[in-house]
């Protein structure tokens, strides 16, 4: 297969475009205001040619047989046109800032990111990478000529604050006493008073480190009941004079008005025929070679090129962007040239995971679900034993490996665990076996080869693979990785920086999952605090993002971590008397800082509820929906009157709404809800009757699993977090759903509820 390394369209073919990642257009309420204007344009815009920094990593793919420009007509640009535009289905004639038709509306005219045509120039993300880059440069050489100048004692206690802070900027800063770091308690006091009701703990984050501490602010009941669908409380209803907390985000705030196509949420959710689902010959995919796919090659499984290309296309754009655990633009031109770097377990393990998430937007890809499963569960059985004798790597091995950890995705969220657990592990124990993580850099570097192409595979799958187990040994317990890639992580955007926070995820859980480590005692909490903190620094050099999927999920991914951090230290009889020294606020603690964490989860569940569907639906956030539910839970029985449980009782009732969304494309999520309504009847939090009727709704929005027989066969994620280290058994979801009729039952010959079982 030859390339065209200088992309060239002049033997009449178009460039390829680079992938990923990929992120929804904001709506009109949150785009920052264009930089640009750019003039009218009645014809096709020409694609610019791509930055070094983007050619490093993309490479064109086959263009020898590629059809001519007579033969494939360039795709209109209408892609371009702005978002009522296209939304109304008008010609645009892509005037900014404000075209004739947005005009002649009296609407707001707004475009979207162009990934496809490069839109935003590139020269603009250089140059904010640039900006941060020259800050933490300029920062360390302060450092270093203040370290240089110090006496020695002074010099000895800088360095020892730099080991607590991870943070040369805020070091520097407490050094020169700036506010940034240090304020005094008598200037956050004045601005507490000011502000909303928090604790000090989290008034000084919010302060410090905007990217993961949003600003709470008041919002009232009626807009989160307003989430929930009719019935789901049980008929509970609050004054709408009550208020909860919600946050301002540092991303962007939530849409607390319908979105254009807000409306259709349950009829895309349900209706097979509705607008987000039409023919998939109208739809443009997030690559061109999608079109010459042939998916016949790749599967058994009856399925129409069309449908294929658009469920890949769905996965690159979502679940892909998360992990990263395929290069994909060596895939894509595997998948359509029949190359190395794609196998018939990988595409059909991707479909089964593609298809599953795809269900949320159209009804008619949930009876491939099952058949792809099967298929990708045959490939896999049929794999070859047999290693490289070199001990590197082969483009095989790399699909294999992929494969694995994509068909263990799949299999956790389909309710096989058994399965998942096998392949996952399959999967880790070849990539450590072919040096691409868990042994040491020297030994790593043993394993590699110089092709240019191997590298950018092997940086993919290495730091995919890791990132992956990253997010998934807590819930699970499973044994954490040592060493991280040795390969450096692909410059994709801001994958390095999403790298670097997943090696201090590791690090925590090499200490906190340690086999031979007592799990009825927490670890030290100056351990606890080091790691807290050097999360802290690595979120104050993450720039704002957007509200999409992944920068939400990124700050979930963080509270989560802290969460775990914190956790073992909650519940101890002398919490309170172990402040955290490295915070000016009195009330820094483990619990406040535990508690802060619950309370930014529950401002992402709120956002991310209020902006699907146009933020799609993604079992990865469930996560969040995991702790805020078990909070809740706990909460409530605390609660010493029942009086003041209006916003506790709110915040699960969210819960439940995003797992009945989520039971559409994943029917392991009927017993994670079956498990938190056992957990929520012991608590008093709803009666048996109400627990009933919420499963019986569930059952229904999801009955397209039923017809298939889709059961889950034992759900093992730990979702009773208290007792996720110490007894992980009964903390499993399957032990905690077995007891869901015995607690309903018993709740109905208690009179509906009022006994209530548990209120420890």
């Known amino acids: 297969m030859t390339t065209n390394p200088s992309h060239s369209s002049g033997n009449g073919s178009r460039p390829f475009r680079p992938l990923l990642p990929v992120t929804y257009p904001p709506t009109p309420i949150y785009l920052q205001p264009q930089s640009q204007s750019h003039p009218s344009q009645k014809h096709p815009v020409p694609i610019q040619q791509r930055p070094p920094h983007i050619q490093s990593h993309f490479t064109t793919a086959n263009t020898q047989n590629a059809p001519t420009l007579t033969q494939r007509r360039r795709r209109d640009t209408s892609s371009i046109a702005c978002n009522m535009c296209r939304t109304k289905k008008t010609a645009c004639d892509r005037i900014r800032p404000s075209c004739a038709l947005c005009i002649e509306r009296g609407g707001k005219c707004v475009y979207r990111t162009n990934y496809r045509t490069n839109d935003t120039p590139p020269d603009a993300t250089m140059q904010s990478q640039l900006m941060v880059l020259q800050?933490?440069?300029?920062?360390?050489?302060?450092?270093?000529?203040?370290?240089?100048?110090?006496?020695?004692?002074?010099?000895?206690?800088?360095?020892?604050?730099?080991?607590?802070?991870?943070?040369?900027?805020?070091?520097?800063?407490s050094l020169n006493g700036s506010m940034h770091a240090q304020m005094r308690p008598s200037d956050y006091r004045a601005a507490h008073t000011i502000s909303p009701a928090t604790s000090h703990i989290e008034f000084e984050l919010s302060a410090q480190h905007r990217f993961v501490y949003n600003k709470?602010?008041?919002?009232?009941?009626?807009?989160?009941?307003?989430?929930?669908e009719p019935g789901m409380d049980g008929g509970y209803r609050l004054a709408k004079t009550d208020t909860l907390m919600h946050g301002t985000p540092y991303l962007s705030p939530p849409s607390l008005t319908s979105s254009p196509d807000s409306s259709n949420l349950s009829n895309s959710s349900s209706n097979p025929k509705s607008p987000d689902s039409t023919s998939t010959s109208a739809l443009s995919?997030?690559?061109?070679?999608?079109?010459?796919?042939?998916?016949?090659?790749?599967?058994?499984?009856?399925?129409?090129?069309?449908?294929?290309?658009?469920?890949l296309s769905y996965y690159l754009e979502n679940d892909h962007s998360l992990y990263n655990i395929f290069d994909p633009d060596l895939f894509l031109d595997s998948l359509v040239e029949r190359g190395a770097y794609c196998s018939s377990f990988l595409v059909n393990a991707i479909l089964f995971v593609g298809?599953?998430?795809?269900?949320?937007?159209?009804?008619?890809?949930?009876?491939?679900?099952?058949?792809?499963?099967?298929?990708?569960?045959?490939?896999?059985?049929?794999?070859s034993q047999s290693l490289s004798l070199d001990l590197v790597a082969t483009p095989a091995d790399f699909s294999l490996i992929c494969g694995c950890e994509i068909l263990a995705m799949g299999s956790y969220f389909y309710g096989r665990d058994t399965l998942a657990h096998e392949a996952l592990s399959e999967g880790r124990r070849r990539a450590q076996f072919l040096g691409l993580l868990g042994i040491t850099p020297d030994e790593q570097a043993k394993h590699h080869r110089a092709d240019p192409k191997w590298v950018r595979m092997a940086s993919h799958v290495a730091w995919g693979v890791y990132s992956w187990l990253?997010?998934?040994c807590f819930y699970y317990n499973s044994e954490p990785i040592q060493y991280p890639p040795a390969l450096p992580p692909s410059s994709?955007?801001?994958?390095?920086?999403?790298?670097?926070?997943?090696?201090?995820?590791?690090?925590?859980?090499?200490?906190?999952?340690?086999?031979?480590?007592?799990?009825?005692?927490?670890?030290?909490?100056?351990?606890?605090?080091?790691?807290?903190?050097?999360?802290?620094?690595?979120?104050?050099?993450?720039?704002?993002?957007?509200?999409?999927?992944?920068?939400?999920?990124l700050q979930c991914w963080f509270h989560c971590t802290v969460i775990h951090i914190f956790r073992p230290f909650?519940?101890?009889?002398?919490?309170?008397?172990?402040?955290?020294?490295?915070?000016?606020?009195?009330?820094?603690?483990?619990?406040?800082?535990?508690?802060?964490?619950?309370?930014?989860?529950?401002?992402?569940?709120?956002?991310?509820?209020?902006?699907?569907?146009?933020?799609?639906?993604?079992?990865?956030f469930n996560a969040a929906f995991v702790h805020v539910g078990h909070a809740m839970v706990k909460d409530y029985s605390k609660l010493k009157s029942k009086e003041n449980s209006d916003q506790i009782r709110l915040y699960f009732y969210l819960c439940m709404r995003a797992w009945a969304d989520l039971y559409v494309c994943f029917p392991t999520i009927a017993e994670f809800t079956q498990a938190f309504l056992s957990m929520a009847m012991e608590a008093g939090i709803v009666t048996g009757a109400e627990a009933q009727s919420n499963m019986a709704r569930l059952k229904h929005k999801g009955r397209h699993h039923a017809d298939k027989g889709n059961k889950p066969k034992g759900v093992t994620s730990l979702i009773q977090l208290d007792l996720s280290l110490s007894n992980p058994e009964e903390a499993s979801v399957t032990s905690l759903a077995r007891r869901f009729n015995e607690l309903a039952t018993f709740s109905e010959l208690t009179n509906g509820g009022d006994y209530i079982v548990g209120d420890s």
Not at 360 to 380: C, G, M, N, Y
């Open 135 to 173: 800050t933490k440069v300029q920062s360390q050489n302060e450092l270093l000529q203040t370290l240089i100048s110090l006496p020695q004692g002074d010099a000895l206690s800088l360095l020892a604050q730099l080991r607590q802070t991870y943070s040369p900027a805020a070091t520097l800063d």
């Open 216 to 228: 709470i602010e008041p919002v009232e009941n009626v807009s989160i009941q307003a989430l929930l």
């Open 285 to 311: 995919y997030v690559d061109d070679r999608l079109h010459r796919l042939d998916i016949a090659y790749w599967t058994s499984v009856p399925i129409a090129n069309s449908m294929a290309a658009t469920v």
């Open 355 to 383: 298809c599953q998430a795809y269900t949320a937007k159209d009804r008619s890809a949930a009876p491939l679900v099952h058949l792809f499963f099967t298929q990708a569960e045959i490939l896999w059985r049929g794999r």
């Open 470 to 472: 990253s997010a998934h």
């Open 492 to 553: 994709i955007t801001e994958f390095p920086s999403i790298c670097q926070f997943w090696t201090i995820t590791q690090e925590v859980a090499v200490v906190y999952l340690a086999a031979d480590r007592d799990r009825t005692q927490p670890p030290p909490l100056a351990f606890a605090e080091e790691k807290y903190q050097k999360l802290l620094a690595w979120s104050d050099v993450q720039p704002p993002r957007d509200v999409t999927l992944q920068a939400l999920l």
């Open 570 to 620: 909650v519940d101890t009889d002398d919490v309170e008397s172990k402040p955290l020294g490295s915070f000016a606020a009195a009330d820094g603690s483990p619990a406040t800082v535990f508690d802060a964490s619950v309370q930014q989860l529950k401002h992402l569940v709120y956002t991310y509820l209020s902006n699907v569907p146009r933020i799609p639906l993604s079992g990865f």
